[in-house]
């Protein structure tokens, strides 16, 4: 059989993409020169699991076109509390990209989202199952006119389930409510949308690897995550606890189903995070409080026996961390090298980081509109993340993207 001699190099200099790139940067140009630079990104997705996925990606360099109903992303509305006249909901997921406003159901916008479509190195859609079908906008029908596209899709219970998809309802189903709140309360939500999140993270990885397959290829595929998969996957060890051993974890409060003491615990005044996750940290612990003799203990000396007589040892611990409050502990704890924490509000977290010199809040855009959002927490040695665009208004860039594709 002949040998090909194309290259993934070779394809991205193709017709099809490698033209529109170049014609593109006079349009949309990004400042940014990161790993991703020269990638399309066109964004289909709306709310947080794939907005948050797109904003990772033009961090890295990729350019990102947001592709928004006339009504815009449904977090545009979801206020307060808002910056201007923004909601910080929708600021907090759309850095770095551009922005076009097409209806769908008018049939000169919906050719504009196809010539997007057949010219994205990768897509990023989050609608219900078969949703795109009818708009040609699938991968099916975009693969047409685009084989070697990334194509991302993003469902709440994957692609032959057409329910849609809230993180609420995840944590509802996937059980993460019954392990989370008091054991004498209520089932609680988490005070994140934590599996939108995860699931953000996990498309970014599998678009990732797309991109690294087709730089060795040059074959796109499609990518497929889904909310409750992402959920499953996100128990980490409680979902671990039934898969390996049957075991249906329980409401704990704040307490650790595997460790102890690792949990907020009541000092003099005000309650302070002890993570004593090892035999030595927990020897540490002792001797700091003045109880060295805890280690001479058969129930307490080891993790498993802690684990099993913390009704025991727990009285003890809450005596000796009277003798201070929780700030005095924690620099006293610090300092010998125990992990340990005050409970912090988002404004003090924030101040904290700041304070180790993280940088946790950075400016984007420029001119009248600078936006300061949560800095990407990635750092590359060889590359930069980038933060040239601002959350961009409704349709801000439709002039531009349209008199682009018109260029082709």
Known sequence: MEQSTTTADDHRRSPAHGSAHDRLEEFLPRAGSGPLSGQLVVDFSRVLAGPYSTMMLADLGATVIKVEGPKGDDTRHWAPPVRDDDATYYLSVNRNKYDIVLDFADAEDLQVAQKLAARADII??????????????????????????????????????????YDLLMQALSGFMSVTGNPE?????????????????????????????????????????????????GLV??????????????????????????????????????????????????????????????????????????????????????????????????????????????????????????????????GERIIPTVRNPITLSKSEVSYDLAPPELGADSDRIRYWLDTL
């Open 237 to 366: 060890n409680q979902s671990g606890a039934y898969a390996a051993a049957g075991v249906t974890p329980t409401r704990m409060g704040n307490a650790h189903p595997s460790l102890y003491p690792y949990q907020p615990m009541a000092a003099k005044s005000g309650e302070l995070i002890i993570a004593a996750a090892n035999d030595g940290q927990f020897a540490i612990l002792a001797e700091v409080v003045g109880r060295p003799d805890w280690c001479d203990d058969a129930r307490f000396a080891t993790a498993k026996n802690r684990n099993a007589n913390r009704d025991a040892l727990e009285p003890e611990l809450l005596e000796a961390l009277q003798a201070h409050t929780a700030q005095e502990w924690f620099d006293k704890l610090s300092a010998a090298g125990l992990p340990c924490a005050p409970i912090n509000t988002i404004a003090e977290g924030v101040e904290h980081a700041k304070s180790l010199g993280l940088e946790p809040v950075v400016e984007t855009g420029s």
């Open 185 to 233: 309360g209520s089932p609680y939500r988490a005070g994140v949308a934590v599996f939108d999140v995860i699931t953000g993270l996990h498309t970014t990885i599998g678009v990732l690897a797309a991109v690294a397959h087709k730089t060795l290829t040059g074959e796109g595929q499609l990518v497929e995550t889904n909310l409750m998969s992402s959920a499953m996957s």
């Open 124 to 165: 990023v859609e989050n609608f219900k199952p078969g949703g795109l079908k009818k708009f040609a906008l699938d991968y099916d029908s975009v693969t047409e006119s685009n084989p070697d596209v990334i194509f991302a899709s993003v469902t709440g219970f994957g692609p032959q389930n057409p329910l849609p998809g």
